[in-house]
């Protein structure tokens, strides 16, 4: 009886959507290559806005 009261609230419990995203390993391979790509990008675009003009 024990037991089939342990399964029972296995199964009734819930899966955040949070804890189904981090379980995702595509999801997190994405996102650990965009984010230094964007990040990495914005940074390059900064620092090239950044530079003075080259007098004639």
Known sequence: ???ENNTD???EEKI????QMIDNPFLLLFIGVAMP???YTL???MEIASLP???Y
């Open 1 to 3: 009886m024990a037991d």
């Open 9 to 11: 609230e296995r199964e």
């Open 16 to 19: 955040s959507p949070w804890q």
């Open 37 to 39: 790509t964007v990040f």
């Open 43 to 45: 940074w390059g675009v």
């Open 53 to 55: 003009v080259a007098p």
